[in-house]
């Protein structure tokens, strides 16, 4: 990226920012490029959702390639638009690697049972995996996952922390995920599981799965959330693309109340949201898109949004009047 053009991107880089992969220094350099001129978002926004696209499928490789050569001529950098498509796959094969501040380890505790293989995410941004048989995950700062190589036709993982899902479907080999609280049984879906000191709970986007614990089992669709209280599962409805939102920054609000954007953001990011003068809010909603991409960006958003003075203060989130 030239430094004095602020119009021009790698659009490697921007790829790998959008899917957890740049390195410090290139987060550093696209969010420079998000914030020096107005269209820049509105572009990073386009190339998200053609890679969200291509992921499922939902546009031809024609308009794909299309679209691809549009947002290059944008970027001023010449793109060979087939080499991205083998980027992206590659970029996702790669991501088990013990590197970028995942740490990998294969744990053998006897000689008749599999390996159990450990994944911890050391960095300060989110980690994505793509596990053996192609199920992509999300795994927020600080959070573990273990799980063994298939076996008996069973995909099972163990969960300490939180981590977004989109699971392959195989009707023949469910995939199951336990914590300490709950455990998720699906056969192809996409949702959060969320496992920490404050909160244990599944939050669907697409698909159905099963909640259980030791007692109890519900079935949880999209917008739904189950959560462990007490011992048991209650069921409530969420916008549940807000409550996944922390794996890209990409958020899409819908009248959304500040009460519920202080859950939200204690959830997503573990901040304490204080709102001074509460009753100035009471009838104050959010709605539109918004990319979080740190804490300056989420305050600088939040104060447009809400018209109200927005600052951090520690681990504290404080909304006030202007």
């Known amino acids: 990226m030239a430094p004095n053009n602020t119009n021009r991107l790698d659009y490697t880089i921007l790829i790998k920012f959008i899917d957890g992969q740049a390195s410090p220094a290139e987060t550093a350099e696209v969010a420079a490029w998000l914030d020096a001129a107005p269209g820049n978002r509105e572009l990073y926004f386009q190339v998200k959702d053609i890679l969200d696209q291509q992921r499922v499928s939902a546009v031809t490789r024609d308009e794909t390639d299309h679209r691809w050569q549009q947002i290059a001529d944008q970027l001023q950098a010449p ?87 989109e699971v392959v479907k195989n009707t023949a080999t469910p995939f199951k995920i336990h914590t300490s609280g709950i455990d998720v049984t699906v056969l192809g879906t996409s949702f959060t599981v969320n496992n920490d000191q404050h909160n244990t709970n599944v939050i669907v986007n697409t698909g159905m799965v099963k909640a259980s614990t030791h007692e109890q089992e519900m079935l949880v669709r999209p917008g739904q959330r189950a959560t462990v209280v007490n011992n048991a599962l209650q069921m409530d409805s969420v916008n549940a693309q807000l409550f996944a939102a922390w794996k890209d920054g990409d958020y899409k609000f819908e009248n959304t109340t500040v009460e519920e954007l202080k859950e939200l953001l204690q959830l997503n990011y573990g901040y304490e949201v204080n709102v001074l003068q509460p009753h100035k809010f009471r009838n104050t909603s959010i709605s539109g898109r918004m990319l979080i991409t740190d804490a300056q960006s989420l305050c600088k958003s939040l104060s447009g949004m809400l018209e109200a003075d927005v600052s951090k203060d520690g681990n504290r989130i404080i909304i006030q009047p202007k």
């Not at 911890?120 to 980690?127: A, D, K, N, P, R």
């Not at 048989?133 to 927020?140: G, H, L």
């Open 79 to 165: 793109v060979p638009v087939r080499r991205l498509h083998r980027l992206k796959y590659a970029a996702a094969v790669l991501v088990l690697v013990a590197a970028g501040g995942i740490a990998a380890y294969v744990l053998t505790r006897s000689p008749k049972q599999a390996p159990f293989i450990t994944l911890v995410s050391q960095q300060s941004t989110v980690q994505q995996l793509l596990l053996p048989d192609s199920t992509r995950i999300w795994i927020k700062p600080g959070s573990l996952l273990r799980y063994r190589k298939v076996k008996d036709g069973l995909r099972e993982l163990w969960l300490d922390g939180s981590g977004y899902f």
